[in-house]
């Protein structure tokens, strides 16, 4: 099968600049001079999916012999990470290590089958170690000064001993196609030196960009400090800190490819029409890939447009979300108009199989000056079957073969099958100048 890159080598590997295509219409009026400015403000989140779990039945708790199931997507590279208390400690959980359970093997094959022996005890570092077993007392003696994380691997720091903890835990992947996958965590305690309840738990999947997990430590991490809540599940199994927590960190992460910005006069946007199938000009090839050489090569062939910019980010080409402290990538064009004459833009949903951002309907009369935001739509191109946004195998950013499909360009609702985005003004802003 032939390599393909990911949509970041497609981005930054983008030569073309900027293209300009300017025709003489004979047009006598003055032309104006506006400058058209596009930004990422989308306020990114790391995690792509996270959630709570517990036992469904009269008791949330995971008695030994009981299951519970989590279901997820993800792409090449990404992994699913968990926390549940060893119910019979005073402050020990069991986590896989960092990053997490990975889903795929090197080569894009799905994991499937028994992965427990990637699951590990920890020692959440915060209270004094009895004795394991159901004589207990919570929430027991703290440390006089909390420690970090540690592994226990056979005995803690009281001599305690342990059995390992795949014959206590064992988890299993399932692949249920389409980049889902569903991750069983079942209590294989009892019997063993080490009969124990799992308490309810977290679990998290970070987002991958560039090759690199935002966040590769998205519960904890061995040799720091518990936080944001673990030491709540680490020493009662009360998920609800740590579980809000990770609510808060997860959400919508995706660059904007190049920008594709048209300048035309008497004719529809000719860029798309919603209801129509991809026209094989190019646009299949920025929805994809969030290259626009192909689309801007064409549309300067065509009547009744006048220029054709194609727009990369400064350092980054895409532009990348906000992050932190740190601003969402911004390109900016000087434009000439003159009367009559309408502005359309086009850039993809970097973390997806086929959406793209444009002008919606006719695009928006090039003489308005102030935020056009409420002009741009997000839409399907219809030509690649999805999968949850930043989390899909087949998806670019993740080297993956799109699975084609053949429907007509439609707007993508929100909420949608996968997931609720942010207005699009919140994600995507324009401003004409």
């Not at 920890?122 to 994380?149: C, F, L, Y």
């Not at 006069?265 to 192909?294: H, S």
Request: charged residues 15%.
């Amino acid at each position: 099968m032939k390599n393909k890159q990911p949509v970041w080598a497609s981005f930054l590997g983008i030569s073309l600049l900027a293209v300009a295509c300017n025709k003489d219409d004979g047009d006598m009026n003055m032309p104006s001079s506006p400058t058209i400015t596009i930004e990422n403000v989308l306020d990114s989140r790391p995690l792509v999916e996270s959630g709570t779990f517990k036992n469904t039945g009269s008791s949330p708790v995971i008695m030994p012999g009981e299951s519970i199931s989590i279901r997820f997507s993800a792409g090449k590279g990404q992994a699913v990470s968990f926390a549940t208390m060893y119910g019979w400690s005073n402050d020990l959980f069991f986590a896989p290590d960092n990053p997490g359970i990975k889903v795929y093997k090197d080569d894009g094959t799905p994991v499937e089958g028994d992965v427990s022996a990637q699951i590990k005890l920890w020692d959440n570092g915060t209270r004094i170690n009895q004795a394991p077993g159901a004589s207990v007392m919570h929430p027991g003696t703290a440390e006089t000064t909390a420690k970090n994380i540690t592994e226990v691997n056979g005995t803690d720091g009281q001599g305690n001993t342990y059995a390992p903890a795949p014959s206590l835990m064992k988890a299993s992947l399932h692949y249920n196609g389409n980049s889902i996958f569903t991750l069983t965590i079942t209590n294989t305690s009892g019997g063993t030196s080490n009969p124990t309840p799992f308490s309810p738990g977290v679990w998290a999947v970070s987002y991958a960009a560039g090759g690199n997990l935002l966040s590769p430590n998205p519960l904890y991490e061995s040799g720091k400090p518990s936080a944001n809540g673990l030491t709540n599940i680490a020493e009662m199994g009360d998920n609800s800190v740590l579980g809000n927590y990770i609510q808060g960190q997860t959400g919508i992460f995706t660059p904007l490819s190049p920008i594709l910005v048209v300048v035309y006069n008497g004719i529809d946007n000719p860029i798309y029409q919603t209801g129509e199938k991809d026209r094989g000009q190019g646009l299949k090839k920025l929805a994809q890939t969030g290259d626009a050489g192909e689309l801007a090569a064409y549309l300067k062939t065509v009547k009744g447009v006048k220029n054709v910019y194609v727009l990369p980010a400064p350092n980054t080409t895409v532009l990348l979300p906000k992050s932190g402290t740190q601003s969402g990538g911004k390109v900016s064009q000087q434009l000439s108009i003159t009367s009559g004459d309408r502005i359309a833009i086009a850039t993809m949903y970097g973390l997806s199989n086929d959406w793209f951002f444009a002008s919606k309907g006719n695009g928006t009369d090039a003489s308005q000056t102030g935020d056009i935001s409420g002009s741009v739509g997000l839409f399907d191109d219809g030509t690649a079957v999805d999968q949850f946004p930043g989390a899909g195998i087949s998806q670019a950013n993740f080297g993956g073969t799109p699975q084609p499909e053949n429907k007509n360009i439609m707007e993508v609702p929100n909420p949608n099958t996968f997931t609720t985005l942010p207005a699009i003004p919140n994600i995507i802003k324009v401003t004409l100048q």
